[in-house]
């Protein structure tokens, strides 16, 4: 599961789906109408939310707006509380950095064109976070083997979590 503090805009289309379809699991989870990835690292951001539900909403939200803005369809009907008056997030700077070499490194592979888009950009956050100084964020899962070999994990799958393509 990678639920993207950068902003979905960053997102080549696989990645934008991907991230759909694991932020509808993480909204699963912190309802508890699953019993798997309860104890997944990136959901204690969430938790630590006054509302994790409402949080989650707000970060699905972002993620169907981005969607409706390039044309998808994505069936906002499967967030539950589609909050938009949830106080910000924080991110910290070297977590904005860590996903954005992350990114860069999956889209070199995956998707040429985007990788050189995003050289030209600078990395922004999700509307939910603000950034904050400091390291990565304790509950990334950091390893010498992830930080070198981009893995295959944010691709687009069978299931498309209820999105209709253009």
Do not use: N
């Not at 938790?47 to 390039?70: N, T």
């Not at 990565?136 to 209820?162: K, N």
């Amino acid at each position: 599961m990678r639920l993207w503090s950068l902003h979905p805009e960053h997102l080549d289309r696989a990645g934008l789906l991907a991230c759909w379809r694991e932020a509808l699991l993480a909204q699963a989870v912190l309802a508890g109408r699953t019993r798997g990835y309860v104890r997944h690292p990136q959901l204690e951001r969430f938790r630590a939310a006054d509302d994790p539900l409402a949080a989650v909403g707000a970060y699905l939200a972002g993620v169907a707006d981005e969607a409706r803005r390039r044309g998808y369809r994505f069936d906002a009907a499967k967030i539950e509380r589609p909050s938009t008056g949830v106080p910000p997030l924080t991110v910290t700077s070297g977590q904005v950095e860590y996903e954005w070499q992350r990114l860069t490194e999956k889209l070199s592979l995956r998707s040429p064109h985007d990788a050189a888009r995003l050289r030209e950009e600078r990395p922004r956050t999700h509307p939910l976070f603000t950034v904050v100084e400091g390291p990565i964020e304790r509950w990334e899962r950091v390893s010498p083997a992830a930080a070198r070999q981009p893995s295959a994990d944010d691709g687009a799958g069978d299931d498309t979590g209820g999105v209709d393509e253009p």
